[in-house]
């Protein structure tokens, strides 16, 4: 590991007091790089050395937001398979399982967690698996945690078997049967009102050619009665 042209005190500190040092490019494989920083003092036999301080240097890099899946069950049939993978951080995490957010994994359970660094980088990729044997409403939950960073990522799945998938279909085709026997009975609604405005007007229709046959018929009789004027006028002349 090299630190040539990568460290820097300040030309005045011995003015200052200030021997702080300047680490460009950090790197992950810095971690638990030591820094100690000692006080000279010529005397007349030989110089005396003090140790000042010293410092360990921590690195880390965040993970990404652990992502989750659920995989279908190996073994039993009341046993739920879970993945929880998270990549690009430093150093190595720790990984935890918990169950409705502050539950411990219930007895039985097994966990086999597999961190290796990236082929072409320092920093991590982490997969866990999780088999597990809970209710079928309770959440599963996956944390990544950075010690170094105080950093603490969780995803969480909520409900465990594939049944709550059923209730989501059900509930679907109740919606449609629903909508569907809303739209007949509308359909029927608008039907019924058409045959009942069509009576109306066949009937105002009947009403209206029995008025007409009726002054028809008056009329006649006045015809007759002009014709028999007619005849006796003349008769008459």
């Known amino acids: 590991m090299s630190y040539s042209n990568r460290t820097r005190v300040s030309a005045d500190a011995p003015e200052t007091g200030d021997f702080s040092l300047e680490l460009s490019t950090v790197e992950p494989t810095d971690l638990h790089t030591y820094y100690n920083l000692y006080l000279t003092v010529p005397g007349e036999d030989e110089e005396q050395i003090s140790p000042l301080c010293t410092v360990c240097l921590r690195t880390a890099v965040s993970f990404i937001y652990p992502v989750m899946q659920r995989e279908d069950p190996a073994g039993e049939e009341n046993e739920t398979q879970f993945m929880c993978h998270?990549?690009?951080?430093?150093?190595?995490?720790?990984?935890?399982?918990?169950?409705?957010?502050?539950?411990?994994?219930?007895?039985?359970?097994?966990?086999?967690?597999?961190?290796?660094?990236?082929?072409?980088?320092?920093?991590?990729?982490?997969?866990?698996?999780?088999?597990?044997?809970v209710s079928q409403n309770a959440s599963v939950s996956c944390t990544i945690e950075n010690p170094y960073m105080n950093e603490s990522l969780t995803s969480t799945i909520y409900g465990v078997h594939k049944s709550p998938a059923v209730g989501t279909g059900t509930d679907a085709m109740w919606i449609i049967s629903t909508v569907l026997t809303?739209?007949?009975?509308?359909?029927?609604?608008?039907?019924?009102?058409?045959?009942?405005?069509?009576?109306?007007?066949?009937?105002?229709?009947?009403?209206?050619?029995?008025?007409?046959?009726?002054?028809e018929e008056d009329r006649k009789p006045m015809k007759r009665n002009e014709e028999v004027l007619?005849?006796?006028?003349?008769?008459n002349i």
């Open 182 to 215: 809303v739209l007949v009975g509308v359909a029927v609604m608008a039907s019924l009102v058409y045959q009942i405005r069509l009576d109306r007007t066949r009937k105002r229709l009947r009403q209206a050619d029995a008025g007409s046959e009726s002054c």
């Open 86 to 133: 998270s990549r690009g951080g430093f150093p190595r995490p720790t990984v935890l399982w918990l169950i409705n957010g502050t539950e411990p994994l219930p007895k039985g359970s097994t966990i086999r967690t597999v961190s290796a660094p990236l082929s072409d980088s320092p920093l991590y990729n982490v997969t866990s698996h999780l088999t597990v044997n």
């Open 230 to 235: 007619v005849y006796l006028t003349e008769t």
